[in-house]
């Protein structure tokens, strides 16, 4: 299984990028989708997920409105739009993949394959 991430870079405050995540080795659709951020000298956090079927999804607070997160089931991919982007954003941004069968998409516990990371930076 392979999860490659990729579209980090750098970015102006209040400007956009968008990360995608191409997987392999799996059954896409018999997954859920996140990405989770780690930051300099902080832990791992969510960022947003989305169930195997696209039609819902759940996104940190810091996040919300301004990040969307989207996959497309024939092209065994994900995404995620950031706009107004923040210096506070900056980070390595990593997609994951959690088995449908469990539900607890900002547990990143819960998932079982992880990507490589890309690093987004935001300058002020």
């Known amino acids: 299984v392979q999860l490659q991430a990729s579209g980090g870079g750098l970015v102006q405050a209040g400007g956009s990028l968008r990360l995608s995540c191409a997987a392999s080795g799996l059954t896409f659709s018999n997954y859920h989708l996140g990405w989770f951020r780690q930051a300099p000298g902080k832990e791992r956090e969510f960022v947003a997920a989305?169930?195997?079927?696209?039609?819902?999804?759940v996104y940190a607070d810091s996040v919300k409105g301004r990040f969307t997160i989207s996959r497309d089931n024939s092209k065994n991919t994900v995404d995620l739009q950031m706009n107004s982007l923040k210096p506070e954003d900056t980070a390595v941004y990593y997609c994951?993949?959690?088995?449908?069968?469990?539900?607890?998409?900002?547990?990143?516990?819960?998932?079982?394959?992880w990507g490589q990371g890309t690093l987004v930076t935001v300058s002020s």
């Open positions: 994951a993949a959690e088995p449908r069968s469990k539900w607890a998409l900002e547990n990143m516990s819960e998932y079982d394959y």
């Open positions: 989305i169930r195997w079927f696209g039609d819902f999804t």
